[in-house]
């Protein structure tokens, strides 16, 4: 079974989706933790990330490499090892909840909520199956290498989610 499974979405009112992703990758939630949050973690396969206090109510900031956004917000849920949340501006609300498999899985419940046309929802499912596919690597011991990223696998990505 691929690590990422094709994502659903649903309509949370006019112009809000609901995003969600169930990513398995075979580590341990311990190995994964880091990886969600902590600024080392998060550069390998999603943006660069200020995370002065990782906690409930903490500060983060992302700056996403192949856009040149930045985002601010705040930790909005924090259950070590188990969930984390991030509200971010113009990103909406991301979360991720992992449920262990065995000893040595691990089940990755992803959910963003955020405002956009049908359009933006579309490339919005794109990027994030692209970055759990950079995540997947990274936990093999190959983070992502944003000079040389190209938005080519997203574009196949988007063409998927539109048909």
């Not at 609300?93 to 992803?110: A, K, M, N, Q, Y």
């Not at 909520?113 to 579309?122: A, F, K, N, T």
Request: hydrophobic share 35%.
């Amino acid at each position: 079974m691929p690590p990422v499974s094709h994502a659903t979405s649903e309509p949370r009112g006019p112009g809000r989706w609901l995003l969600r992703f169930e990513v398995h990758v075979p580590y341990a939630y311990e190995a994964l933790w880091p990886v969600l949050t902590t600024g080392d973690g998060l550069r390998t396969w999603l943006a660069a990330a200020d995370l002065p206090e990782r906690r409930l109510g903490g500060p983060v900031t992302l700056h996403w490499p192949t856009s040149g956004t930045t985002a601010s917000g705040e930790i909005t849920a924090w259950d070590v090892e188990r969930v984390v949340e991030y509200t971010v501006s113009g990103q909406g609300r991301i979360r991720f909840h992992l449920e262990p498999v065995g000893t040595d899985s691990t089940v990755i419940r992803f959910l963003n909520e955020r405002d956009g046309s049908d359009e933006e929802r579309l490339d919005r499912l794109a990027a994030w199956h692209d970055h759990f596919e950079l995540l997947e690597a990274a936990l093999e011991g190959h983070p992502a290498d944003w000079p040389s990223w190209t938005d080519t696998r997203r574009s196949q990505l988007r063409a998927a989610y539109a048909s």
